[in-house]
């Protein structure tokens, strides 16, 4: 799957959009671009590492590919700032991880959840036209290749449950375990630096509630907006083979959130587009 969706795009032959002043101001002021690029630049050193640590020469290679997709992508996004102006800071110095499995478990399953609420967040831009349509259609292949990603990832996890014995499964399981209760533990971190200094005052703020905020024609919801992600989730993913595992504790956690918060719900339609799109192939 991986190999047969690869998109061959080149990000240096993009031809960006000419903006208007609005929408330029728009774009620059979102406050996601610095922690963007750093993000992508740690992935592919993390998935490179942990791509060297492998056996078998196919997934080797696969996860190689995906690091080299990760440095893609950080390129499209620090050619999108020269090309509209935007400043970046100077980049964190990227280390090599000391124990590569651990990091690439927890940047994999950062990314499952990262990418779930950016599915949401570029659909909510599409429809309230806070980037116009060439922008849209131009950035496209970047998200939907974001989820060949975790797509990736949650197979790999899966494969690499079914090839350990039971014994070292279970110190397998508890690393995923730690994993997420390290996300989770440094978002809360984060969370709590936001309380303390403001919402989106600085670039490396957490930007999903930023960006909603700013995207949106209108006030939208902490329901609405999770209905819409878990929407573009599933819609993103309807293209590959079935056999694939798809990630699941995002999903998983929004549809109980909203089943939970159902009875005390404002219902608000989201506004659908009549358009078909079709997310797989890369």
């Avoid at 989201?270 to 358009?275: K, L, P, Q």
Wanted: aromatic residues 12%.
């Amino acid at each position: 799957m991986f190999r047969e969706t690869f998109n061959p795009y080149r990000p240096a032959l993009i031809e960006w959009p000419t903006l208007g002043a609005d929408m330029l101001r728009r774009l620059t002021s979102l406050p996601i671009w610095n922690i963007a690029v750093n993000t992508e630049g740690r992935a592919r050193l993390r998935f490179a590492s942990y791509a060297a640590t492998l056996q078998s020469p196919e997934m080797r290679d696969a996860v190689m590919l995906n690091a080299w997709e990760e440095n893609r992508h950080k390129e499209v996004l620090s050619n999108l700032a020269k090309t509209y102006g935007i400043p970046l800071g100077p980049e964190a110095a990227y280390r090599v991880p000391r124990d590569p499995e651990w990091m690439y478990l927890v940047t994999g399953y950062s990314e499952c959840i990262d990418s779930f609420f950016a599915f949401g967040l570029f659909e909510l831009a599409r429809q309230s036209g806070f980037f116009p349509a060439e922008l849209v259609e131009t950035f496209e292949p970047v998200i939907q290749e974001e989820c060949r990603h975790i797509l990736l990832f949650a197979n790999l996890v899966a494969w690499q449950r079914a090839s350990l014995p039971w014994w070292r499964r279970i110190a397998f399981e508890c690393r995923v375990t730690a994993g997420w209760a390290y996300i989770a533990w440094e978002r809360l971190v984060l969370a709590r630096s936001m309380k303390t200094n403001g919402m989106g005052t600085g670039q490396d703020s957490n930007f999903t509630a930023t960006t909603a905020q700013a995207v949106a024609p209108v006030e939208i919801g902490v329901r609405d907006l999770v209905a819409l992600c878990l929407e573009e989730n599933d819609r993103r993913f309807a293209g590959y083979d079935a056999r694939l595992v798809r990630p699941g504790a995002v999903p998983i956690l929004a549809r109980a959130f909203l089943f939970l918060t159902r009875p005390w719900a404002k219902k608000r339609p989201i506004e659908r587009h009549s358009d078909e799109r079709s997310p797989a192939g890369g």
